[in-house]
């Protein structure tokens, strides 16, 4: 037998077995979920789930879940009114929302004043703070996402109905 056909025959068999094997591993993306348009945040309730702004990041956690009361959250109307809690005292601001998501704080959200105000803890001063930078809103599935232009700043919300309570 010639020497370059034994070549063929243990190299076509090798090329064989990478290229099924490498199909083999093949995965379909995740798909994403559906991106919705900006103004879907205003038909539900938003419980804070991650903060990002610059170096202060909060993240979901056990004890965030045991006392999901106690965290921030946000809801807003048609009307340009942002309403919510920061962990401790409630707020209240006026923003501004396009349906590309761009968002503007005509008046940015601060302490409302109801009865006896509470000192605020470092959570809620980091929270108020970080909302007044966000300038993009985007709802993707179940999440709501407020971030500022240079995506520093990343506030993450659960949708309320999903959450046990």
């Known amino acids: 037998m010639p020497r370059s056909h034994l070549r063929l025959q243990l190299v076509v068999p090798a090329v064989l077995s990478l290229l099924f094997s490498g199909c083999m591993s093949f995965r ?3 798909p994403q979920p559906p991106k919705q ?3 879907s945040a205003c038909e539900h309730d ?3 789930s991650n903060l990002r702004d610059g170096e202060n990041t909060y993240e ?5 879940k045991k006392f999901w009361r106690e ?3 946000f809801t807003c109307d048609r009307f340009g009114y942002v309403r919510g809690n920061g962990g401790i005292n409630p707020y209240l ?4 929302l396009e349906s590309s998501g761009e968002l503007s704080w005509p008046r940015s959200p601060i302490i409302s004043r109801v009865g006896g105000r509470r000192p605020s803890d470092e ?3 980091d929270y108020l703070k ?3 930078k966000t300038r993009f809103l985007e709802v993707v599935g179940d999440k709501l996402i407020l971030s500022s232009n240079d995506k520093s700043t990343r506030l993450e919300f659960n949708r309320v109905d999903d959450i046990m309570r």
Not at 60 to 64: A, D, K, V
Not at 93 to 96: D, E, L, T
């Open 28 to 30: 379909e993306p995740t």
């Open 37 to 39: 348009p900006a103004w």
């Open 46 to 48: 938003w419980i804070l």
């Open 60 to 64: 979901y956690t056990l004890l965030w």
């Open 71 to 73: 965290r921030p959250f």
């Open 93 to 96: 601001g006026r923003f501004s």
């Open 123 to 125: 959570l809620e001063a």
């Open 130 to 132: 970080a909302l007044r």
